[in-house]
C-alpha cells in the first residue's frame, strides 16, 4: 500500500509542480524579449508551447503510470493541459499588466498535441538507448 502511495506521488507530484510553476510565471508582469515585435511575439508563444507541451507530457505519464492505455492517455493529456491553458489565460484577467488572449490557448493546445504526439507516436520508435531511458522515466 505505501509503495503505491509513493507511485502515485512520483507520478503526479511534477505535474502539480508544474502547474504552480506555470501559475507563477503568469502571475507577474511579462518582461520584453525583443524591441523588434515579431522576435518579441515568438519568444513568448514558443515559451507557451513549450511551458504546456511539457505539462501535456507530464499528464500523460501520470495517467499511463495510473494505468490508463495509451491513447486515451493521449488524448486525456492534450485536453487536461489546453484546460489549464484556458484556466490560466482566466487567471491572467485578473492579473495587472498580464492581458488574456484565446489564441494563447490554442497555442498552448498546439504545444500540448505536439508534444503529446512526439512521446506518444515517435519516442518509442527512437534508438534502443532513448527508448530504454523513457521506460525509466516512465514515458512509455
Request: avoid cysteine.
Amino acid at each position: 500500500m505505501k509503495k503505491k502511495i509513493l507511485s502515485q506521488i512520483s507520478l503526479w507530484l511534477p505535474v502539480v509542480l508544474w502547474i504552480g510553476l506555470i501559475f507563477r510565471f503568469s502571475s507577474g508582469t511579462v518582461p520584453v524579449a525583443s524591441q523588434v515585435y515579431w522576435q518579441d511575439f515568438a519568444v513568448k508563444k514558443t515559451g507557451h508551447v513549450l511551458l504546456f507541451g511539457a505539462l501535456a507530457v507530464l499528464i500523460y505519464r501520470g495517467l499511463i503510470g495510473s494505468g490508463m492505455n495509451k491513447k486515451k492517455a493521449a488524448i486525456w493529456a492534450i485536453i487536461l493541459s489546453t484546460f489549464y491553458g484556458a484556466t490560466d489565460e482566466f487567471h491572467q484577467m485578473f492579473t495587472q499588466g498580464r492581458e488574456s488572449r484565446i489564441r494563447d490557448i490554442f497555442i498552448d493546445g498546439i504545444g500540448a498535441a505536439t508534444f503529446t504526439f512526439l512521446v506518444y507516436k515517435i519516442l518509442p520508435r527512437m534508438p534502443k538507448e532513448v527508448v530504454q531511458l523513457a521506460t525509466k522515466l516512465q514515458l512509455i
